[in-house]
């Protein structure tokens, strides 16, 4: 028995997530998910505590998003790769999350716009804004709300295109490039206002 299931788990390996998919459709077994989870798991953990920074909390959200993949699994269409559906998940479980949390605390989060113009930002000033030590980057990032947060680790943790951004979170490629370089300008006045202009 307990060959006859280590030969299905080596089996199994060998499978693309597409065709674990299909298994899982087509059979129930819960042994075809514990493929995936075990694929993805670490995937989802990484991008989790980038987002919530607690490990506690990153675990307990790692292993929520992948139940609620496995119960959503029926609804995976195929039109994007299983890891652009599963980052989507992580996403958007992460900002809910933190979303309640700051309810929770009642902190009040004052959204000012800002009254610059919406040109992009130059290659130069984006290449002076990371240039920031990592380490002073990284503290900066949970000073920022959850929705700026997340759409600059996309594009620089995660090294995401405008068009993958643009799926994740269903905006169109102008309004991607328009938080974006929102998202910066806050980053740097926060930096600017922290530890002084460079």
Do not use: P
């Amino acid at each position: 028995m307990e060959t006859a299931e280590k030969i299905l788990v080596e089996d199994i390996s060998s499978l693309s997530d597409r065709q674990i998919i299909e298994q899982i459709l087509l059979t129930g077994k819960t042994v075809y998910f514990g493929a995936l989870y075990d694929r993805y798991a670490n995937k989802v953990y990484r991008k989790c505590i980038s987002m919530v920074k607690s490990r506690e909390d990153a675990r307990d959200l790692t292993h929520d998003i992948l139940v609620k993949a496995f119960l959503k699994i029926s609804s995976f269409q195929g039109n994007s790769s299983f890891s652009t559906w599963i980052y989507t998940i992580t996403y958007n479980h992460c900002i809910d999350f933190l979303r309640q949390k700051q309810k929770n605390r009642v902190v009040e989060y004052n959204n000012v716009t800002d009254g610059h113009d919406l040109e992009e930002v130059d290659e130069i000033e984006n290449k002076k804004l990371f240039e920031i030590e990592v380490g002073r980057l990284k503290e900066l990032l949970f000073e920022l709300s959850e929705d700026d947060r997340a759409i600059i680790l996309m594009k620089y943790q995660d090294e995401m295109s405008i068009e993958q951004i643009r799926t994740v979170l269903k905006l169109s490629s102008s309004a991607v490039k328009m938080r974006l370089k929102r998202a910066r300008d806050r980053l740097r006045k926060l930096y600017e206002k922290t530890y002084g202009t460079r």
